[in-house]
């Protein structure tokens, strides 16, 4: 084991956080509702809403078999919806492919719907405990600082991807890779933070590339990847992604199921300075929805009537 992996793993056993999915014997359908969950979503958050999913929803039968519209229901508070309906779409090819039991291999998950390549690391590293690199942007914080003594500055290329992804692979002790991926995501999200590492309590500092350059920590000029900028609106004044509306949209149908509104009632609804002229953006947004397969969009002269699809 390299002193690189060691030092982490030594630091994870006296440090690492209680979440739920960690909890051994490890419930591999757990581990899947919490990494779509963690997507875009902070931890404490969460945990909260995955006590209640796992409630209603216990095993990945309970929910391949539920409707989309009780699924979508359960997310409330969690924000990008669409993610309901994929995890929902996973369970239900899990069972209709694999007799409900989740594939081991990375390769074999990232055919399922909602899988990308760090998800299919993840549940096959957290899950399974195979030696398969997960690499999020913590991950990839970690080792650009520490092998290579900087952040990531610019979009990484095919080949840079593949060689950070070959020297997670060659730092993945044997068999306690569910261990390291996990140890890794705590030293990331407390330790080595974008915009302030604290690296006065890293045990990495001795041998970190990346120290040398910041040991008078909030003088060095942290480069980090700038976030595109969402299609959205001004609201008050302040741009806000579309995504943000999408989702006052979902939860409102959560709550006003087959009431039929006008266009202006929705819009005022949703968005704190609506003007009638936004209406064609309004009826966009439920355009999309429906085309997405939240939401069933009915028109009656007047008014509409919008409810979750099943």
Not at 192 to 201: A, F, G, W
Not at 202 to 211: K, Q, R
Request: charged letters at 25%; hydrophobic letters at 35%.
């Amino acid at each position: 084991m390299i002193p690189f992996t060691k030092t982490i793993l030594q630091w994870y056993e006296k440090s690492k956080r209680n979440l739920p999915w960690r909890k051994r014997p490890i419930n591999s359908y757990g581990v899947v509702v919490s990494e779509f969950m963690l997507q875009q979503t902070q931890v404490p958050r969460v945990i909260e809403k995955y006590y209640e999913f796992m409630t209603q929803f216990p095993t990945i039968i309970d929910l391949a078999n539920a409707s989309k519209s009780d699924v979508v229901r359960a997310w409330s508070g969690l924000g990008y919806n669409r993610r309901a309906l994929l995890l929902h779409k996973f369970a239900q090819e899990v069972c209709e492919k694999y007799n409900g039991t989740i594939p081991q291999s990375s390769q074999e998950l990232i055919m399922l719907s909602g899988i990308g390549p760090y998800t299919s690391g993840s549940i096959a590293s957290f899950a399974f405990n195979k030696p398969e690199p997960a690499i999020d942007v913590n991950v990839r914080r970690i080792y650009m600082r520490y092998f290579h003594g900087k952040d990531q500055g610019t979009p990484m290329d095919q080949q840079k991807e593949r060689e950070l992804y070959e020297l997670v692979k060659k730092t993945i002790p044997y068999k306690k890779s569910c261990d390291f991926h996990n140890a890794l995501m705590d030293f990331g999200s407390l330790l080595c933070e974008r915009k302030k590492p604290l690296c006065s309590e890293c045990p990495l500092t001795g041998s970190c590339s990346f120290y040398p350059l910041y040991k008078n920590e909030g003088e060095m000029v942290l480069h980090t990847l700038e976030k595109k900028k969402e299609n959205g609106v001004l609201e008050e004044g302040k741009h806000v992604p579309n995504r943000i509306f999408r989702g006052r949209i979902v939860e409102f149908v959560r709550k006003n199921e087959n009431r039929e509104v006008t266009v202006t009632t929705l819009g005022r609804a949703i968005k704190k300075d609506y003007s009638p002229q936004e209406k064609k953006w309004v009826l966009m947004l439920l355009q999309n929805l429906e085309n997405d397969g939240l939401l069933t969009v009915t028109k009656k002269k007047t008014r509409i009537q919008v409810q979750l699809q099943d």
